[in-house]
């Protein structure tokens, strides 16, 4: 059996010929919708039940890793420790229905850790505080945890059906 972040042939995400796609811009595809669009969707679970939830997200220079800050008293935290598989959502929607074929979209999946206080709490805070400075005092305060996201894959959406996958290298 495989494990959950483990992908086999069979899984592999296919474009609308059957091929799969290897498209040479899609980390930059992926890469400017990230930057742009700096709010996604937390997708968790439960017993077989599925949550999301916004989040203000940031995003490391190479798509490995996430980082976003949520109350320690709320469900969406409970769940994060009870099952560190996750996936965030982000799009471009902007709600204008002529522009409906230029949506794209992309879901990292991963597992979600909670980073304790000390040196790595401050680097990865500094980064979401980078991209979110009016969240310091939210992002710092004792109530909340700051939780790193280590992506697995992106799975990129344009046109409704044209779906790709990307895995991102980590630098050390």
């Known amino acids: 059996m495989n494990e959950p972040d483990e992908l086999d042939l069979s899984d592999r995400v296919m474009m609308g010929d059957g091929g799969v796609s290897e498209d040479s811009d899609l980390a930059t595809r992926i890469g400017r919708l990230v930057r742009e669009r700096p709010y996604g969707v937390l997708c968790t679970q439960s017993q077989s039940q599925p949550y999301g939830s916004l989040v203000a997200l940031a995003a490391t220079d190479d798509l490995t890793t996430f980082v976003f800050s949520t109350p320690i008293a709320t469900r969406k935290y409970r769940l994060l420790s009870e099952c560190d598989h996750v996936a965030l959502v982000i799009d471009s ?12 979209a992309v879901t990292a999946t991963g597992r979600a850790h909670v980073v304790p206080p000390g040196p790595d709490f401050e680097h990865w805070a500094g980064l979401l505080i980078a991209c979110h400075p009016h969240l ?4 710092r305060a004792e109530s909340s945890a700051l939780v790193r996201v280590e992506v697995v894959r992106y799975f990129h959406v344009c046109r409704f059906q044209e779906v790709r996958q990307w895995v991102p290298s980590r630098t050390t």
């Open 93 to 104: 929607r902007s709600g204008a229905p002529a522009e409906l074929m230029q949506v794209e």
């Open 136 to 139: 310091a005092a939210f992002v």
